[in-house]
């Protein structure tokens, strides 16, 4: 028996139809459960998402249900359970699901007995956990000669694609072999499937050109071949009814095609991370339909087209990490859908388009690593919805305005404006208008992603730097905020206000002329994991209570004028010299400056933090007090050698006038 898992409820599917049968009732009439008219037998049982946990056994009722002729199983949790061999002595079985049910192990050669299968799908949730194996595999397309969908997603088969029983099946339509460890190139005398609609073979170890026969095929709907080491060109594709084309992430050369400009039922082009050479055609414009244009990391050169701005379907433009030059002079349309737009690592140049403020939709926008020349564009703040703003590595330059414009930025989750020629101080009023990130993101138990909604089928691929490394995030996610404003020419004092951004994950503000000290506001950080200060003018102590920073995993104070004791307890007590060289006046582990105090333990005083006005009155004080105190110290010191010379003190006395003195004398030197 099978119990009902009741925190399946929080899935995106769950109709738990068995609790509500009932044995004095006619099983006809149970939910899930449908019946001959005229014979009165079950001929097919809809399992799917019912919530169903525990072992099957191969004693299972269920097998003498010998009529049955649809049978779904789909997402439940049999976790651990072997597919049975008693599936074979199903043999009017057209349907079976078993996809997403937690079976394990190896498929049985008995499957491949169940002849008159029309569909099949076998798959789980942890990859590879179910084999088939070569034989099996060629068993099993030798002898179901009428299916017309098979998908055995994650299957481990480790084979080749045999050519000879793949010709046989005639009536297929939907066919997706991915991620199943299939090596060699695909067939190339394959004629018999002239109906498949749906071609999916990503993330195996294919190899070889793409055979003649995919682009002729008549009625191709979706081609998806990700992932894999195909090489060559692509042809000219025969079909009229293509809606999506995904040849990323394979070493394919050669031009755009002209074939795929006049696909009126386009949808995605992903043609990214491959060989492919040439100017982006301004015919591109003409698929009207197209959701996802992404020709990233390829050899294109030339300008980008103009007419690109105007598609209105568009969602999400991915043109990164190729030569393309000249300005953006892209008119983005009132009409746009826009979310996604990524033009990294090109040779731009000029300004940052204006008309991208009619994106209202925008998420992501990546205009680094290019050549823009252009003061910072606060005008991107006026859009609702931004989350990731990247405009790292380019020639951007001038003081960010402190425009007190409400609302600015309020989605903002990273902001990275890293080496540029930004100047004069550090933007507060924009750190004021980060509303995203002045609130810890919450882990809601799955991983959420910015503008994830096409992470099936695009890399979104940003460009962040930690530990001095750039480092490659294939995805966001909405839980991780950055902010990183280093390699510029900001100066001033870090704003206490950045302690309000509780939400921040990464801060960078390495390689400029910031000075004044460590805000001990940075303390209230509380999911902070990476700070980065590094190669500024700061002095002062390290805040004691940067200690309580729990999942600080990288701290980079070096090359500033830092003094006093380091902090210890916690995350402090792993980092090591290299977060603190290049200060002078530090002492504490892990340097082998002594810190002194009781037992060895620090005795650090904070600076209180202070407006300029107050601070520089504070100085003024502090400074006045010192002269004082060490011209009253001088007299007090003479008078009492005189006293001392005069009247005969013991030696002991006179040893601890020296050893007061010496203590004086280093304080001193610390000014």
Same mark, same amino acid.
């Given at each position: 028996?099978?119990?009902?898992?009741?925190?399946?409820?929080?899935?995106?599917?769950?109709?738990?139809?068995?609790?509500?049968?009932?044995?004095?009732?006619?099983?006809?009439?149970?939910?899930?459960?449908?019946?001959?008219?005229?014979?009165?037998?079950?001929?097919?049982?809809?399992?799917?998402?019912?919530?169903?946990?525990?072992?099957?056994?191969?004693?299972?009722?269920?097998?003498?249900?010998?009529?049955?002729?649809?049978?779904?199983?789909?997402?439940?949790?049999?976790?651990?359970?072997?597919?049975?061999?008693?599936?074979?002595?199903?043999?009017?079985?057209?349907?079976?699901?078993?996809?997403?049910?937690?079976?394990?192990?190896?498929?049985?050669?008995?499957?491949?007995?169940?002849?008159?299968?029309?569909?099949?799908?076998?798959?789980?949730?942890?990859?590879?956990?179910?084999?088939?194996?070569?034989?099996?595999?060629?068993?099993?397309?030798?002898?179901?000669?009428?299916?017309?969908?098979?998908?055995?997603?994650?299957?481990?088969?480790?084979?080749?694609?045999?050519?000879?029983?793949?010709?046989?099946?005639?009536?297929?339509?939907?066919?997706?072999?991915?991620?199943?460890? =299939?090596?060699?190139?695909?067939?190339?005398?394959?004629?018999?499937?002239?109906?498949?609609?749906?071609?999916?073979?990503?993330?195996?170890?294919?190899?070889?050109?793409?055979?003649?026969?995919?682009?002729?095929?008549?009625?191709?709907?979706?081609?998806?071949?990700?992932?894999?080491?195909?090489?060559?060109?692509?042809?000219?594709?025969?079909?009229?009814?293509?809606?999506?084309?995904?040849?990323?992430?394979?070493?394919?050369?050669?031009?755009?095609?002209?074939?795929? =400009?006049?696909?009126?039922?386009?949808?995605?082009?992903?043609?990214?991370?491959?060989?492919?050479?040439?100017?982006?055609?301004?015919?591109?414009?003409?698929?009207?339909?197209?959701?996802?244009? $992404?020709?990233?990391?390829?050899?294109?050169?030339?300008?980008?087209?103009?007419?690109?701005?105007?598609?209105?379907?568009?969602?999400?433009?991915?043109?990164?990490?190729?030569?393309?030059?000249?300005?953006?002079?892209?008119?983005?349309?009132?009409?746009?859908?826009?979310?996604?737009?990524?033009?990294?690592?090109?040779?731009?140049?000029?300004?940052?388009?204006?008309?991208?403020?009619?994106?209202?939709?925008?998420?992501?926008?990546?205009?680094?690593?290019?050549?823009?020349?252009?003061?910072?564009?606060?005008?991107?703040?006026?859009?609702?919805?931004?989350?990731?703003?990247?405009?790292?590595?380019?020639?951007?330059?001038?003081?960010?305005?402190?425009?007190?414009?409400?609302?600015?930025?309020?989605?903002?989750?990273?902001?990275?404006?890293?080496?540029?020629?930004?100047?004069?101080?550090?933007?507060?009023?924009?750190?004021?208008?980060?509303?995203?990130?002045?609130?810890?993101?919450?882990?809601?138990?799955?991983?959420?992603?910015?503008?994830?909604?096409?992470?099936?089928?695009?890399?979104?691929?940003?460009?962040?730097?930690?530990?001095?490394?750039?480092?490659?995030?294939?995805?966001?996610?909405?839980?991780?905020?950055?902010?990183?404003?280093?390699?510029?020419?900001?100066?001033?004092?870090?704003?206490?206000?950045?302690?309000?951004?509780?939400?921040?994950?990464?801060?960078?503000?390495?390689?400029?002329?910031?000075?004044?000290?460590?805000?001990?506001?940075?303390?209230?950080?509380?999911?902070?994991?990476?700070? $980065?200060?590094?190669?500024?003018?700061?002095?002062?102590?390290?805040?004691?209570?940067?200690?309580? =920073?729990?999942?600080?995993?990288?701290?980079?104070?070096?090359?500033?004028?830092?003094?006093?004791?380091?902090?210890?307890?916690?995350?402090? $007590?792993?980092?090591?010299?290299?977060?603190?060289?290049?200060?002078?006046?530090?002492?504490?582990?892990?340097?082998?400056?002594?810190?002194?105090?009781?037992?060895?333990?620090?005795?650090?005083?904070?600076?209180?933090?202070?407006?300029?006005?107050?601070?520089?009155?504070?100085?003024?004080?502090?400074?006045?007090?010192?002269?004082?105190?060490?011209?009253?110290?001088?007299?007090?010191?003479?008078?009492?050698?005189?006293?001392?010379?005069?009247?005969?003190?013991?030696?002991?006395?006179?040893?601890?006038?020296?050893?007061?003195?010496?203590?004086?004398?280093?304080?001193?030197?610390?000014?």
């Amino acid at each position: 028996m099978f119990t009902i898992n009741s925190n399946a409820s929080d899935d995106f599917c769950y109709n738990p139809k068995t609790l509500s049968w009932n044995r004095r009732t006619d099983c006809c009439s149970w939910n899930g459960v449908y019946c001959d008219k005229m014979t009165g037998q079950v001929i097919d049982l809809d399992l799917f998402c019912s919530g169903l946990q525990g072992k099957f056994h191969t004693n299972s009722s269920l097998f003498q249900l010998s009529s049955l002729k649809q049978l779904s199983l789909s997402y439940n949790d049999f976790s651990g359970s072997l597919i049975s061999t008693k599936f074979g002595e199903l043999s009017s079985l057209t349907h079976l699901e078993l996809w997403n049910s937690g079976f394990t192990g190896l498929i049985p050669t008995e499957i491949s007995h169940i002849s008159r299968l029309q569909f099949l799908t076998i798959s789980t949730v942890d990859p590879y956990g179910l084999r088939l194996g070569p034989y099996n595999f060629q068993l099993l397309l030798k002898n179901m000669t009428q299916l017309r969908y098979l998908d055995l997603e994650y299957v481990n088969i480790s084979s080749t694609i045999p050519e000879r029983y793949l010709t046989n099946l005639t009536n297929l339509e939907y066919l997706r072999l991915s991620y199943n460890s =299939l090596t060699g190139p695909i067939p190339s005398n394959v004629s018999g499937l002239q109906n498949l609609q749906f071609l999916l073979l990503s993330s195996n170890h294919l190899n070889g050109t793409i055979p003649s026969w995919i682009f002729s095929l008549p009625s191709l709907i979706y081609l998806e071949l990700t992932n894999n080491s195909f090489s060559g060109k692509i042809q000219e594709f025969k079909s009229k009814t293509l809606a999506v084309i995904s040849v990323n992430q394979n070493q394919l050369q050669g031009p755009i095609p002209k074939s795929l =400009l006049d696909k009126q039922d386009l949808q995605f082009l992903t043609l990214s991370q491959n060989n492919f050479s040439g100017q982006i055609p301004s015919a591109v414009c003409n698929l009207k339909t197209l959701i996802m244009l $992404d020709l990233g990391s390829n050899n294109l050169n030339g300008t980008i087209p103009q007419c690109l701005g105007e598609m209105s379907d568009l969602e999400v433009l991915g043109l990164n990490n190729n030569i393309l030059s000249g300005t953006i002079n892209t008119t983005f349309s009132t009409e746009n859908q826009l979310r996604i737009i990524n033009l990294y690592g090109n040779k731009l140049k000029g300004k940052v388009p204006p008309s991208l403020i009619n994106c209202r939709n925008l998420e992501f926008l990546d205009l680094g690593n290019n050549e823009l020349n252009d003061t910072f564009p606060s005008w991107l703040g006026g859009l609702p919805g931004l989350k990731i703003l990247s405009l790292r590595s380019n020639k951007l330059h001038g003081p960010i305005s402190d425009s007190r414009t409400d609302n600015l930025f309020p989605k903002i989750r990273v902001i990275d404006l890293s080496s540029n020629r930004f100047s004069g101080n550090l933007p507060v009023s924009l750190f004021e208008n980060f509303q995203a990130i002045k609130k810890i993101g919450e882990n809601s138990g799955t991983r959420e992603y910015i503008a994830g909604d096409y992470s099936g089928n695009y890399a979104n691929i940003l460009i962040v730097t930690t530990k001095g490394l750039d480092q490659e995030l294939p995805r966001v996610l909405t839980t991780y905020m950055i902010i990183d404003l280093s390699r510029n020419r900001f100066e001033g004092h870090i704003p206490s206000i950045i302690g309000d951004l509780v939400g921040l994950r990464m801060l960078n503000l390495s390689h400029n002329g910031l000075e004044g000290i460590i805000p001990a506001s940075l303390h209230q950080l509380s999911v902070l994991e990476s700070l $980065d200060l590094s190669s500024n003018k700061i002095g002062g102590e390290i805040p004691q209570q940067l200690a309580s =920073l729990t999942f600080l995993a990288v701290l980079n104070l070096s090359h500033n004028h830092l003094v006093g004791c380091i902090p210890r307890g916690k995350q402090f $007590d792993t980092f090591e010299n290299s977060s603190y060289q290049g200060n002078d006046g530090l002492r504490g582990l892990p340097l082998s400056k002594d810190c002194g105090g009781d037992e060895g333990v620090p005795q650090p005083t904070t600076p209180v933090e202070l407006d300029d006005d107050e601070e520089e009155e504070g100085d003024l004080i502090s400074w006045q007090a010192v002269v004082m105190g060490f011209g009253c110290g001088l007299v007090i010191g003479l008078s009492i050698i005189y006293i001392m010379l005069s009247t005969h003190y013991p030696v002991w006395f006179s040893r601890m006038v020296v050893k007061f003195e010496h203590k004086i004398d280093s304080i001193m030197k610390r000014y």
